[in-house]
């Protein structure tokens, strides 16, 4: 896959341009860039994919993201994609009009464009799908309904919010993951017998709350286990931490990245009135979790 950041660096020549922040890619975006790709293979000539980092609403509003960079550029190679084009979204992109933006994507000669159908661009989000029909045929994808709405980033985002990532992995088309760097914690995992892997994820990366049951992808081979993801109320913890058990895994992962897929919700974050407390309920979250993942 070409990965550029300028439109002045596309390839010459006419090319099918699917648009879009596509953060998380989920079900919705898979078939939009499916359906563009099979617009591609027809017309002999590449797809390109023009999106932004960070999405639009993570820049504008703070908003949490599904995928960092990194794990898009991963998704988008997984599905063929040939010609990336990921733009920065800045205070300077922000502002540009639409009459910039429609001259910015003139340059990269598209055939036809491909988009969702709730798609707006330029300063206000006063583009509107006509105005892309000026420079190309548009073809506008309804959005993909399933479990009773429609497939969209920000229902994942309040599903995950809500701890269901079951109910998520449906409609992203695989598991909720989130990477990080392994950090050296407090050790009270160790103590009490389940030792973890303290990771630490970009800010405004989603986590969903409480106990699950996890598979963790290490530079060692990929291990099941359980993961919290909270506050640590026991014993009055105060950031936000993921922290991972592995399952018959012996060794040291501090400094390397490790990535959670969350698969099942165990039970909420709750505070216990004692370590042994805490200790009883860690046996049995890990006996649940190995039942979740059949080991």
Not at 11 to 31: E, N, R, T, W, Y
Not at 68 to 84: C, F, H
Not at 160 to 189: H, M, N
Not at 202 to 219: D, E, N, S
């Amino acid at each position: 896959m070409l990965l550029i950041n300028d439109p002045q660096d596309a390839p010459a020549g006419p090319k099918v341009v699917a648009i879009g922040s596509f953060d998380g890619l989920h079900l919705g975006h898979q078939h939009l860039i499916r359906q563009a790709q099979d617009e591609a293979h027809r017309r002999h000539m590449p797809l390109l994919l023009y999106t932004f980092d960070p999405p639009s609403k993570v820049f504008m509003r703070g908003e949490g993201f599904l995928t960092d960079l990194g794990e898009k550029i991963e998704l988008l190679r997984g599905l063929g994609v040939e010609i990336a084009l990921i733009v920065p979204f800045t205070e300077a992109f922000a502002r540009r009009s639409k009459e910039e933006f429609l001259q910015e994507l003139q340059r990269l000669e598209a055939a036809c464009f491909y988009v969702g159908a709730d798609f707006r661009f330029g300063q206000g989000r006063k583009g509107s799908l006509e105005d892309l029909q000026g420079l190309a045929p548009t073809r506008t994808l309804p959005l993909l309904e399933l479990l009773g709405g429609p497939v969209k980033s920000s229902r994942i985002r309040e599903l995950l919010r809500a701890g269901a990532v079951e109910e998520a992995q449906l409609l992203l088309g695989r598991p909720y993951s989130a990477r990080g760097i392994v950090q050296e914690g407090d050790k009270l995992g160790r103590r009490l017998g389940f030792p973890t892997a303290n990771i630490e994820v970009a800010p405004l990366k989603i986590l969903p709350p409480g106990v699950f049951a996890v598979r963790v992808q290490t530079p060692q081979g990929r291990y099941g286990g359980m993961a919290n993801v909270g506050h640590r109320p026991t014993v009055s913890g105060q950031s936000l931490r993921l922290e991972a058990h592995l399952f018959g895994f012996f060794g040291d992962l501090y400094g390397q990245e490790v990535s959670v897929e969350f698969l099942a919700r165990l039970r909420e974050e709750r505070k216990f009135d004692s370590l042994e407390a805490l200790r009883a309920q860690l046996a049995q979250d890990a006996e649940a979790a190995r039942r979740r993942l059949g080991i």
